[in-house]
Structures are given as C-alpha cells and as structure tokens.
C-alpha cells in the first residue's frame, strides 16, 4: 500500500504558521499537535477516513486533541492518482 503525501494549501498554511509564531507555548503544542495528527492520519487512506462532502467535493474530519477542550476539523481533498491530500481548511472553535 502507498502512502499518500499531504500538502497544505498556501491560504491555510500561511494563518497556520503565523498563528503558531505568534502564539504562546501552549499554542504552538496545541497548532503543533494539530500539524502532526493531520499530516500522519491523513497519509494512510483518506479516502476512508472523515465524512464525504459532496457539496465542497471534500472530506471533513475531526482532529481528536489531547490536552484541549477546542474542536478542530480539517476539510481536505483527495487526489488517488496522485496519492495525494490537500488540506484546504482548518477550523478551531475554543481554543
């Protein structure tokens, strides 16, 4: 089985880096556990995993977070010929 590569869109990742710069410690564990979950879940078949939104031709998925009561969810693309996900929104409530 292959494993799929996952990229961040530029309009997500730019906020990302700089809401992690910006932040405190906690923030940046809190961004940094965000990065890591997304990028090693979303590597091992995507397509499987999250809930289809035809409406955005995406999935959605929820960040489990350890140490936080925010809910994070992560709206990303799947692109099987490629083997590749693109991350195109990150929402966070509460943190």
Request: cysteine-free.
């Amino acid at each position: 089985m292959a494993r799929y590569t996952v990229v961040w869109d530029p309009s997500v990742e730019a906020p990302f880096i700089n809401y992690w710069v910006a932040g405190d410690s906690q923030m940046r564990a809190l961004l940094t556990e965000i990065a890591n979950w997304v990028d090693a879940n979303l590597s091992d078949e995507p397509e499987d995993k999250g809930q289809a939104r035809l409406d955005l031709g995406a999935r959605i998925i929820a960040v489990p977070l350890s140490k936080s009561p925010a809910r994070v969810s992560v709206t990303y693309e799947v692109w099987p010929e490629d083997r590749l996900v693109r991350v195109i929104r990150l929402t966070l409530r509460g943190a």
